[in-house]
């Protein structure tokens, strides 16, 4: 099995959480009350329909760190402005 770091290289404390949600990936990670939480993703694919503006919960990331099994790089949702990555 490998593993990839992305965003930021380091070490990460915090509480694990699982979120067991199929869509709503974007809502999750800016949420405030998952804040510091490094968060299991029970959803196959994270990030295949990019991130839309209004449908943020707050004007950051809160998570502390994520873990998933397929983290997408590009979207096919034509509304998106920007992959996960980017918000």
């Not at 760190?65 to 983290?71: D, K, V």
């Amino acid at each position: 099995m490998s593993w990839i770091s992305f965003r930021a290289i380091g070490t990460a404390t915090g509480e694990i959480c699982f979120n067991t949600g199929m869509t709503g990936y974007q809502e999750v990670f800016t949420d405030p009350s998952y804040y510091g939480q490094i968060l299991i993703m029970n959803s196959v694919h994270i990030g295949n329909y990019g991130v839309k503006d209004e449908d943020v919960e707050s004007d950051s990331v809160k998570i502390r760190g994520l873990i998933g099994r397929n983290l997408e790089e590009t979207y096919s949702r034509k509304q998106a402005k920007v992959i996960w990555m980017n918000i």
